[in-house]
């Protein structure tokens, strides 16, 4: 057993000074130093130009969609076989709180928009089968609420993120953006 506890304690050793000589020895001065510096970057680049900061934090929408958020409205142009079809879906206050509408418009000849589909709470048949049919993306305009701690607003348009609206955490509780870009 007493050798059993020696390997271990002599394996151990071993292993820790392979660990200091590839990363080295840094010690607690130096990664405070480290620190220090990274906090104060942040706050001379947040307060220098707060929008030009979040935009670069929030720009890439795909990746927003894999965290956590809501998606608070949608609205595709799509056309398909020569007709132009567009889908909407946004939120409707109502007496019980709000309520998911979908809606699927087809323009006439003149670019005038019917609705001919309307279905709450979720999507109705012809707004899955349009959704899902092949087709060239005309537009796109969607805007989501970033979770429940970060009170912010992104709107984008075909992608590119043209406004940021809200209180993101790392303001005080006083401060608010309005940005407005235009990409």
């Known amino acids: 057993m ?25 010690d607690n001065k130096s990664i405070n130093t480290i620190s220090e510096n990274s ?14 900061y979040f935009k670069k934090q929030y720009e890439n929408i795909d990746l927003i969609k894999k965290e956590k958020h809501s998606q608070r409205f949608l609205n595709i142009h799509k056309r398909i076989d020569g007709e132009v079809y ?3 879906i946004f939120f409707k206050e109502t ?5 998911m509408v ?13 609705i001919i589909e309307k279905s709450d709470y979720k999507r109705g048949k012809l707004f899955k089968k349009v959704e899902a049919e092949a087709g060239d993306i005309i537009f796109r305009d969607e805007a989501i609420t970033l979770g ?3 009170n912010l607003f992104l709107h984008f348009v075909n992608n590119k993120i043209k406004s940021i609206q809200g209180r993101p955490l790392e303001f005080s509780s006083t401060k608010e953006l309005n940005c407005q870009f235009n990409n």
């Open 2 to 26: 007493i050798i059993f506890i020696l390997g271990v304690y002599f394996f151990q050793s071993a292993n820790k000074k392979k660990n200091e000589e590839l990363i080295g020895n840094i």
């Open 39 to 52: 906090i104060n970057d942040f706050k001379k680049e947040i307060s220098v130009n707060p929008c030009l």
């Open 86 to 88: 567009r889908l909407r």
């Open 95 to 99: 007496n019980e709180g709000e309520k």
């Open 102 to 114: 979908f809606l699927v418009y087809k323009e006439d000849i003149g670019e005038i928009e019917h």
């Open 148 to 150: 429940d701690e970060e």
